[in-house]
């Protein structure tokens, strides 16, 4: 149904394998930075107007590729495309965040909630079928979808937040109810991942974007708890082949011991981990090792050509000698931000950064003979 | 010239001394949530209004005092005092942050910095002795500055930020830049801690709010190496007493075994920060052990008084036994919350929070024997 893989080192990294350069992409690499993409959003009308359009979600997911040689592709499309689907009533406003019509913020809303019929979701569905045809094995397809626990924050708070008051007042006063949602939330989630496995997507990822806002004994309760169940109910193959799956909490780099016990494949680390105390804890050999994502801060794409390759040479030997034994398995790294890039980006720092990703890395394993 | 001390507590845990309860104050205790502190800001006008007047200022300082027992109290100013004593023109739109009227964006800008007549700060001095007079020994007095990182953030960005974008183009950009300005902030902030403790602060607070923000590598580099720069200038004693010195870096929980080095009595932990390791990993024994303050969740004071009871038996059981042998120092714990109180905090929920502490912690000492 679909072409063979051309450059698999994305997913050979994920389950640790020897790759001949480090693969890189970029969270939010279709995005607003890039003009063609703010020339196809202008067409669509509005940000779920791109999202919902399977000829529009495919263009801009490609967009990057175009300019780039990146090592994956990344559905375009939003985090909180499930709460949707339950009723909740998503828009973005212009130069604000999402926003939720009807938040869940009692019992009566709670209640209510329960597991979208994924056919409220096929336009996602289509979109990664249609992305992975028309990336034609050039490289793979991951599907997303945000954590139960971020899914509440939104869900409950009905947009962003800068404390938290109301989603924390819920967990702290109504834990019950919190975790009545955060139990659907996983099943939808992992319903939904599952269904973009089954439409294309060669691996998926969950953002847990606000798990860092926790206190540290409610972030193993509230999130990791119900990641965990959403990794449980996954698909661990499509088709004979191996879907790895990558979770990625932001502020979580003081959780990594426990995030070890994930039954996944990655973890995606902010730029404040150090990513060799990161590789020893948790990405050396062992049976919960785990492929490490990240982890360059997105605000040295500001910064001049000479400066961005410092820094990717900085990130490439904080997490040291790459593995380069085709036989087995090893530590192995996928370079990303540690965070979305920023709108205001240029584009041709981008290609500074991916170029010197490639280049440097193939020259380190030269160098290790 | 002051009232001796009445309550030693919070300063003999700084110095890791036994106490017969743990010790308590809130960040921003003297805030929003009290609806008598509401009144005094309205006579007085404006935020900087009632930080300079030296009169308001101590009625603010002391107005948690009359409700709860806590046992410390801390000045009531703000952070940014000292870049606005550099001519930056420092103001609080209602409802907002604060602002900068001229943010320092260039190498010009930059040229201008100097530390500034410490006498623009005078009524900051003048307010710290008010306040001791007026506090009468009942608890002592801490003292305050933002970091220089902190303080280079907003003098950058001109107002909080969701990106930092600004500040961290010129970390990557223009490190020669950065370091220059932190430099002057590091000289400045030691000045005016020290101006403090002449006027009276028993104890001097450093607040790295924004430390947190930065990659692994930078946090060493531009926050940790100046806030020792500040530590490295500060009085050790005063008139013959020690004065404690506290550093909290919001976000930094990963680089405790660094900041385990500071020259300081005291780490602050946000509620992130696993208090049993942190502990073991700064707290215990040894020549550079340090008294922990923290952490609990502010939002914890938005559920009931039996919920805010057992959060509060957490934490202290999270940080463990209380170090009870007078005739040596040891693991001490100085109870607060990881960042301030939200100005929605019901008061009443801080009485449940202050008395819970005060009567868990000496259970606790009881049953050790």
Known sequence: MFAPLQNDTFLRACLRQATPHTPVWLMRQAGRYLPEYKATRAKAGSFMGLATNTDYATEVTLQPLERFPLDAAILFSDILTVPDAMGLGLSFQLGEGPKFATPVRDEAAVNKLEVPDMNKLRYVFDAV??????????????????????????????????DYRLVKTMLYQRPDLMHKMLAINADSVAQYLNAQIEAGAQAVMIFDSWGGVLADAAFH???????????????????????????????????????????????????????????????????????????????????????????????????????TDLTQTGPAQIFNLGHGISQFTPPENVDVLVRAVHSQSRRLRASQG
């Not at 992975?132 to 708070?157: D, H, Q």
């Open 129 to 162: 079928t249609s992305i992975r045809k028309a990336l034609n094995g050039r490289v793979p397809l991951i599907g997303f979808s945000g954590s139960p626990w971020t899914l509440a924050c939104y869900m409950v708070e009905g947009a962003g937040s800068s």
């Open 221 to 323: 309760t509230f999130s990791l708890a119900y990641t965990a169940r959403v990794l449980a109910q996954l698909k661990r193959e499509h088709n004979g082949v191996v879907i790895p799956r990558l979770v990625f909490t932001k502020g979580g780099g003081q959780w990594l011991e426990a995030m070890k016990q994930l039954d996944c494949e990655v973890l995606g680390l902010d730029w404040t981990v150090n990513l060799a105390r990161a590789r020893a804890l948790v990405g050396e050999n062992g049976p919960n090792a785990k492929a490490l994502q990240g982890n360059l801060d997105p605000n040295v794409l500001f910064a001049n050509p000479a400066q961005i390759e410092a820094e990717v040479a900085a990130v490439l030997g904080s997490f040291g000698a790459p593995h």
